[in-house]
């Protein structure tokens, strides 16, 4: 059976929430492979996965090593199971967070975003919007995160710069970001 993609347009808040919280990532964490090596896989900075130099172009395929990603302290990028642990490499970050959705405004402002992986994000406690190496990105989870494109980009700076026009941020579930400074 295909998967379909959330539409962030046709959702509430709520359900997208109700959406994210719902998606059963594997516990990656938990496993202890006895096999490190190399995936020969690559995730370009326009969000594209390839094996070998060949694009991979199933999103069913994306979807399922994207629930595989890890990435440790050094900031090397895994793909992880039970039985292996086999590097791959990110040129910027793993995920691009393609859409945006605002419901409420100011401190009581609820932000979520749909990855190119159409997993669904609630900024907010422990996913927090941050510049790093000078790009807009939003924390997925455990050290991964996403580019936000341009386009959410100017969603969220117009918002903030209508509500904090002199010190641009913005708020989502109760925590506060600025918009426009690299950390």
């Known amino acids: 059976m295909p998967y379909d993609a959330p539409d962030l347009a046709k959702l509430n808040l709520s359900e997208i929430a ?22 020969e896989m690559r995730i370009a900075a326009d ?28 900031g090397q990028h895994w793909l ?3 039985q292996q642990k086999l590097s791959i490499d990110v040129e910027d970050a ?13 401190e009581s402002r609820c932000l979520a975003f ?18 790093r190496n000078d790009l807009p990105c939003l924390h997925v989870r455990k ?3 996403a580019k936000i494109a341009r386009s959410a980009y100017y969603e969220l700076a117009e918002i903030a710069l209508a509500e904090c026009p002199k010190e641009p941020k913005i708020w989502s579930k109760g925590v506060v970001f600025p918009i426009g400074t690299s950390q």
């Open 18 to 39: 109700a959406l994210a919280a719902a998606r059963k990532l594997p516990p990656i964490e938990n496993w202890d492979p006895t096999h490190i090596g190399e995936s």
């Open 47 to 74: 969000g594209k996965w390839y094996h070998q130099g060949d694009e991979i172009r199933r999103p069913a395929m994306i979807r399922a090593f994207s629930s595989l990603l890890q990435c440790d302290a050094d």
């Open 80 to 82: 992880v199971t039970p």
């Open 94 to 106: 793993p995920f691009i967070a393609v859409e945006m959705q605002s419901e409420g405004e100011f």
């Open 114 to 131: 749909r990855l190119n992986t159409d997993d669904l994000v609630v900024a907010g406690p422990g996913s927090e919007l941050a510049f």
């Open 143 to 145: 050290g991964l995160w």
